[in-house]
C-alpha cells in the first residue's frame, strides 16, 4: 500500500517529467524557427547578390571610347545587342598583336584560371587555342577576343591581365545571363567569393552543373 508520500513523491515526479517534456518540445520548436530564418536569410542574401552581378552602365576607360555600355547588351533590344556584339567582335578581325602582347593574349585567354570559353553555345576549351589562333566562330567569343586585343593595344599599361579577363568575363555575362546568375548563386552557396573571373571564367567551369537549370543566351551563336 502507496503511503501519502510516496503518491505526492510520484505526482511531483511526474508534473516535472511533463515540464521537461513542454520544454524540450518548445525548444525545438524554436530552433526549428531559427534554422527556416536562416534559411530564408540565406537565400534573400544570395538571391540579392546574383541579382548583382550583371554589370551595368558605361564601362570604364574604354566604354566611351568604343561608344558601348553595358546595358546595350540586353534580351529586352536584341538588334542593339547584335550590333554592340558585332562592333566588338570586328575588332577581334581588326586588331593585329605585336609579339608581347600576343604573350599576354594567350595568357589571359587560355592559361590565366584555365582561360575563358564561349561553354554555353559550344563546347570549345577556351575561345582561342594554346597559339593565340581563334577556336571557336561563334560571335561572343568573336566580341570577347575583340575586346581583349583592344584592351591589350590601347591601355595595355593601365590593366593588369587579371583585369583584363574580369572585363571580358562581364560581358559574357551579359551574353549568358540567366545561367551565370545561376552559376554564381552556386559560387555564393559554397562561400566562393563573387567576382567577374569566378563566375566567367574556366576556373569553376562547370560548378553549376545539377544545381541550375539552362537559361537562353542573348546575341546569336
Partial sequence: MKSIKDDTLFKVNLGLLVIALLVVIFNSYQLAQIGQI??????????GITSSVIP?????IYG????ISFDDVSASD??????TIKKLGNLDMSITLSDIDKERYINVLYKMENGISCEYCCGARAIIFDNGEPACGCAHSYAMRGLA????????SEYTDAQILEEVGKWKTLFFPSILQQKAA?????????????IASNKY???EKGSAEGGSMVGGC
Fill in 38 to 47: 536562416e534559411r530564408s536569410v540565406t537565400a534573400n542574401t544570395i538571391a
Fill in 56 to 60: 551595368t552602365g558605361v564601362p570604364g
Fill in 64 to 67: 566611351s571610347e568604343l561608344g
Fill in 78 to 83: 536584341p538588334n542593339k545587342a547584335d550590333a
Fill in 149 to 156: 586585343k583592344y584592351l591589350l593595344t590601347k591601355h595595355g
Fill in 186 to 198: 552556386v559560387l555564393a552557396s559554397k562561400g566562393i567569393e563573387l567576382n567577374y573571373i569566378n
Fill in 205 to 207: 567551369r562547370g560548378i
